[in-house]
């Protein structure tokens, strides 16, 4: 009875917005999406080439489960009048022409012209290859619980140089779950 007589004289409306309160602070730390991006490369010399391992690392730190994005062989996972994305999870490759670079400037992934993709390697390369389903149309399956850990690879043979490394991972939602990481690498 104590407690009966003490919810009657709490007025409706601050029962009402101690709940939104609640929910918005559950759904807050609940469904908050967060994903690091760890990048490294190693490199050996091949001969006159060399041979260079690209790792990702992606990590879940947060309280929900983290989909990429479904997408069926020729489609798009996310485009715009500047970029074109064919895989969830992607890595681009572009080399630093230096003799474009003579004096001090800002590199641009999109506008630099001292940037250029390297024409024996795919423009856009799928982290997620192994994770495509051949049953659901070669859609992309993959996703990481709440603290999960994974590491995609892309083994390369690549001439010495400076090159630019982009990953890119995009969730469910492609305006709210997307996640990008520059790395700058020299293959010596």
């Given amino acids: 009875m104590f407690w009966v007589d003490v919810i ?17 602070y559950v759904r807050g730390r609940t469904f908050q999406k967060k994903l690091s991006l760890n990048v490294t490369a190693k490199s050996e010399p091949l001969g006159e080439t060399r041979f260079v391992f690209i790792e990702v690392q992606l990590t879940n730190h947060g309280k929900s489960k983290l989909e990429a ?6 489609d798009y996972v996310y485009k715009d009048e500047i970029e074109q994305l064919k895989y969830s999870c ?5 080399r630093v ?20 993709p390297i024409p024996k390697i795919p423009t856009e390369i799928d982290l997620l290859d192994d994770y ?20 995609l690879s892309a083994p390369l043979i690549l001439s ?29």
């Fill in 8 to 24: 009657k004289q709490i007025p409706p409306l601050a029962i009402g917005g101690g709940l939104w309160g609640l929910y918005c």
């Fill in 69 to 74: 994005r479904r997408v069926r062989l020729g």
């Fill in 90 to 94: 992607s890595l681009q490759i572009k």
């Fill in 97 to 116: 022409k230096a003799n474009a670079l003579a004096d001090e400037k800002f590199i641009d992934w999109y506008k630099t012209d001292a940037l250029e």
């Fill in 132 to 151: 495509r389903v051949p049953a659901e149309q070669w859609q992309t399956r993959f996703w990481l619980e709440p603290g999960d850990t994974t590491h």
């Fill in 160 to 188: 010495a140089g400076h090159y630019l490394l982009k990953v890119s991972f995009y969730g469910t939602s492609a305006a709210k779950d997307f996640w990008s990481r520059l790395l700058y690498v020299r293959v010596m």
